[in-house]
Each structure stands twice: as structure tokens, then as C-alpha cells.
């Protein structure tokens, strides 16, 4: 049974860098056609997925690309995410999840379109 797991701090000071460790357990982040992602929800508002690594490549939601960026630790079995300049609006709660399903990603989405789902961590941009 496949696992995931969030971790990082609650609270981040606007304009600093939001980072987030999900951790895999029960599976290879590298088995073949999965693809891991990173998922929000913001306070009152539906679930917006931000981006995705694959096997050889990452992708980003066009809203969100030129402050996100998803790497992966294959020793520990771990994806990262980073989201730069961060403001109060990018207070949420940050999900990791996974899914054989690959491009195109939907950007308003429900659970049901992803097999794995971390619990969720929140993060407060706050001052």
C-alpha cells in the first residue's frame, strides 16, 4: 500500500520561499508511468493542482510556473515542492498525491483523480 506523506513549515513569511517534502512509502517514486504531484486548497476554495514530476520531466500549472519548482530524491524515496514569493494567498492546505495518469493535468480537480493522497499540511503565509 502506497503512503505519502507532507512535510515542511506551517507558517512562511511573505515574499520568502515555501518549501514541502513529501515522502513515499510502500513504493518506488521511479516506477514507470507515475507521476507525482503537488496539489493546494486554499481556505473555502476547491482543490488547484500545481504541478507534477514525472519519470524524465516535471510540469507546471501555467498560473503557477514561474514561482514553483518540483524536484525529486530517488535515495529517499521523496518529492520536493518550492514556491517562491510567496503572499497571503498562498495560504492553504498542500497536498502531495500520485497517479499512473499523465498529461494534460487538470488545474480545478477533485480526489478521485489521483489514486494516492498525502493527508495534507496547512500553510499560513502570514507576517
Known amino acids: 500500500q502506497v503512503q505519502l506523506q507532507e512535510s515542511g513549515p506551517g507558517l512562511v513569511k511573505p515574499s520568502q520561499t515555501l518549501s514541502l517534502t513529501c515522502t513515499v512509502s510502500?513504493?518506488?517514486?521511479?516506477?514507470?508511468?507515475?507521476?507525482w504531484s503537488w496539489i493546494r486548497q486554499p481556505p473555502g476554495k476547491g482543490l488547484e493542482w500545481m504541478g507534477a514530476?514525472?519519470?524524465?520531466?516535471?510540469y507546471y500549472s501555467s498560473s503557477l510556473r514561474s514561482r514553483t519548482s518540483i524536484s525529486r530524491d530517488t535515495t529517499k524515496n521523496q518529492f520536493t515542492l518550492q514556491l517562491s514569493s510567496v503572499t497571503p494567498e498562498d495560504t492553504a492546505i498542500y497536498y502531495c498525491?500520485?497517479?499512473?495518469?499523465?498529461?494534460?493535468?487538470?488545474?480545478?480537480?477533485?480526489?478521485?483523480?489521483?489514486?494516492?493522497w498525502g493527508q495534507g499540511t496547512p500553510v499560513t503565509v502570514s507576517s
Open positions: 498525491a500520485g497517479d499512473t495518469r499523465g498529461p494534460p493535468f487538470k488545474v480545478v480537480l477533485s480526489r478521485s483523480d489521483f489514486n494516492y
Open positions: 510502500g513504493g518506488s517514486i521511479t516506477t514507470y508511468d507515475y507521476y
Open positions: 514530476i514525472g519519470r524524465r520531466s516535471t
